[in-house]
Structures are given as C-alpha cells and as structure tokens.
C-alpha cells in the first residue's frame, strides 16, 4: 500500500520514511501542502496521507480541507501529525476533514496502529464501493425490462430488439440473469393435466 508522508522537515521525513518502509509500505514524500495536493491528484496516487500539522504556506488541516472540499474520486485516509494536543487544536483537525490524528513525540506503535486503522478503513470502503457498483448494474439489467413488452398471444413468447422470438424464462433469464424452475399452477393443473391423467385412467380401466 502506498503512504504520502507530507513534512517540510527532511529529517522527519526520512524517519517516518523508515518506519513505513520497515512495515511494508511503499512511501511517497512531499517537502509542502502544495506537493502533497499535486501528488495526491495523480491517476495513481497515495490513497492514505501522514501530513504534519505546522508548516510554511499549506498546513496539514488546510491540505484536509482542500482535498474534502475537492472530492476525489477515490477516499483518501488523513491523519495528521501535530505538537497540539488540546481538545480545540483536535476538534479543528477533524473537524477540517482530518481522519485521525498522532501527537508528537509520537510512538512508533501508535502510529503503525493508526495506519494499520486507515488501511482497513479504505479497505471496507473499497469493498462498499464495488458493491455498490454491482447493485448500480443490476439495477441497469433491471431497468431494460421496463416498457411495453411484445408477446404472442398464443404460445406467450416475447419479441427481442433483434425481431427474434424466445420463450419466456429465456428472454428474462439473458436480461436479468434470473433462474427459473418449472412447475404447474393449480389452475392449469385443474385444466390440463388433470382430464389427462383421467382420460388415462380411463383407458387402463
């Protein structure tokens, strides 16, 4: 998994950057909050952040609040690292659409833990993200049966887009990808299977 680290320090930079490594993170760096946005704009970019709160020009909560307020495409995990630790400096992270937050001196095990917590975060969002698209399609085969429907009068075969003529669990089953089972109502059951089943009886009698 890929992490932007995003510090004007380089030696912090370098020490966060062992860390990830030593974890099995590939790690990306930005030296400011205006190369943390550029990278974080690219096709295939970090979708999980470490940004330190104070520095020149763009800090880490006004990287957080751009990148809410822009929407990509794909969930970006935020954590922010700071030397604040009252409630107001927290509330302002989070509340500048910060996912979470480290204190420095951070912990080496608290930060892993975090990120391991971003990691899974993106995974279910990942996981929401396809479902959803795989309701979307369903819904899409759903909504190609809707209109008026040509059918035979006599033998109820329904008439494609292509002119042809197909049986009616063939014709539902390509456009919604349905199964059907055949069984036989009680009525048609009263009306022709029955006298059939007599009419058999009958000639054995």
């Not at 909504?143 to 002119?163: E, V």
């Not at 009525?187 to 059939?196: D, I």
Request: with cysteine.
């Amino acid at each position: 998994m890929k992490v932007l680290i995003v510090d004007d320090d380089p030696v912090s930079r370098r020490v966060l950057e062992a860390f990830l490594a030593r974890w099995g993170y590939e790690v990306w760096q930005a030296e400011n909050g205006t190369a943390a946005l550029e990278k974080l704009a690219a096709n295939d970019a970090p979708r999980l952040a470490i940004l330190d709160w104070m520095m020149p020009g763009l800090d880490g909560v006004e990287v957080c609040r751009r990148l809410r307020a822009a929407q990509p495409p794909l969930p970006i995990y935020l954590i922010v690292l700071t030397a604040k630790g009252n409630s107001e400096d927290i509330v302002e992270g989070l509340g500048a659409g910060a996912d979470d937050y480290v204190t420095k001196p951070f912990h080496r095990e608290v930060l892993r833990a975090r990120v391991q917590v971003g990691e899974r975060v993106l995974a279910l969002q990942t996981k929401l993200r396809e479902r959803v698209e795989e309701l979307e399609a369903a819904l899409a085969k759903i909504r190609t049966l809707q209109g008026l429907l040509p059918i035979c009068s006599y033998c109820k075969r329904i008439r494609d887009d292509r002119n042809y003529w197909q049986q009616v669990e063939e014709y539902f089953g390509e456009h919604s990808g349905a199964e059907f089972s055949h069984g036989i109502c009680p009525e048609c059951y009263a009306k022709h299977v029955a006298p059939e089943l007599n009419k058999a009886a009958d000639k054995k009698a």
